[in-house]
């Protein structure tokens, strides 16, 4: 994600009208004109979009499940818990008005979904717990869309992801648990987080 992503999205959200609508309902693109990259930055219609692929997700976490188990969920949660604390930090850094537990909340839940991941609310954030939804996830899609429903909750990526969040909002370390997945028979994918020297 880039700065003027964001900034588009805090100060000037787009609007439907921003694009030409087609009678069909889809957005109506001349992609030969409007994606385009300058220089390492892709753009889309005028806005930095981010691209990744479920093929290659899926593939590294089910590689990662079926020859290290325990030990490759680990991983996982351990590499998407740095990521999106470095990311949400240096985003922070860039947007110092932004202060407030809630306001950081809902940024970290932009974030989330400009970057193409879904759809993530934090419902309960405390000190020492938070509980947090997620309605749609592209690991989710991309898991069902490869290999059906799985007998365990599998969104992995998302429990580090919400780990790394929390530990810059509140400075703590988190254990993220998934209670309820989408990928087994949840209508939403449910998250605990437990403060981490509570023993989770
Ligand atoms: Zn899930």
């Known amino acids: 994600m880039t700065q003027d992503t964001l900034s588009r999205v805090l100060g000037q959200p787009a609007k439907v009208t921003d694009f030409v609508s087609h009678p069909t309902g889809i957005m109506d693109i001349d992609w030969r004109k409007e994606y385009t990259r300058e220089g390492h930055r892709v753009t889309l219609a005028g806005s930095s979009i981010v691209m990744h692929c479920h093929h290659y ?24 818990e740095s990521a999106s604390r470095n990311g949400f930090e240096s985003l922070l850094r860039h947007y110092p008005q932004i202060r407030t537990a809630k306001s950081r909340m809902e940024l970290a ?3 989330y979904q400009i970057c193409g991941l879904g759809v993530l609310h934090f419902r309960e954030a405390e000190l020492q717990s938070a509980v947090v939804e997620s309605l749609s996830s592209h690991h989710v899609t991309g898991w069902l869309a490869k290999h059906g429903r799985r ?47 509570n023993g989770g």
Not at 59 to 80: F, H, P, S, W
Not at 155 to 184: D, M, N, P
Request: net charge negative.
């Open 109 to 111: 839940e932009t974030m």
């Open 57 to 80: 997700n899926i593939n590294l976490q089910k590689m990662l499940e079926d020859t290290l188990g325990e030990r490759g969920v680990d991983l996982m949660i351990r590499a998407a």
């Open 151 to 197: 007998a365990t909750p599998g969104c992995h990526f998302t429990r580090g992801w919400i780990a790394g969040v929390l530990s810059v909002l509140f400075q703590r370390k988190y254990l993220v648990s998934e209670k309820a997945c989408k990928l087994v028979d949840s209508p939403t994918c449910c998250f605990i987080a437990v403060e981490e020297c």
